[in-house]
Nanobody, 121 residues
Framework: QVQPVESGGGSVQAGGSLRLHCEVDISSFRKRSVAWFRQAPGKEREGVARIDIVPVYADSVLGRFTLDRDPDMNTVTLSMNNLKPEDTAIYYC?????????????????WGQGIQVTVSS
């Protein structure tokens, strides 16, 4: 499929863990970068992590989230540990990277539908 498809997510208490999966046919795009973004109610969408050859992370999740991809490069997994209530958001997988800042949503052309992550205190 050309559009990413997210799975996983759900609800967890603070300190818990969740995994998000993104399925995407990376061969459909010129660049292999895949990113996760999130959008909390009333806030702008923000970059969480991106993987090309190696992953990079937003400061807010560094040390708690890990981004991996399968050898076929079509599945990207975001492992989220030590979750906090402020991690509550809809999480989106993005592909078809155009270059520029990896954390800017305008630099991606392909988006998944989003998946809810809720962390209770």
């Amino acid at each position: 499929q050309v559009q990413p498809v997210e799975s996983g997510g759900g609800s967890v208490q603070a300190g818990g863990s969740l995994r998000l999966h993104c399925e995407v046919d990376i061969s459909s795009f010129r660049k292999r970068s895949v990113a996760w973004f999130r959008q909390a109610p009333g806030k702008e969408r923000e970059g969480v992590a991106r993987i090309d050859i190696v992953p990079v992370y937003a400061d807010s999740v560094l040390g708690r989230f890990t981004l991996d991809r399968d050898p076929d490069m079509n599945t990207v997994t975001l492992s989220m540990n030590n979750l906090k209530p402020e991690d509550t958001a809809i999480y989106y997988c993005a592909a078809d990277y155009r270059g520029g800042g990896w954390y800017r949503e305008a630099n991606y052309n392909a988006w998944g539908q989003g998946i809810q992550v809720t962390v209770s205190s």
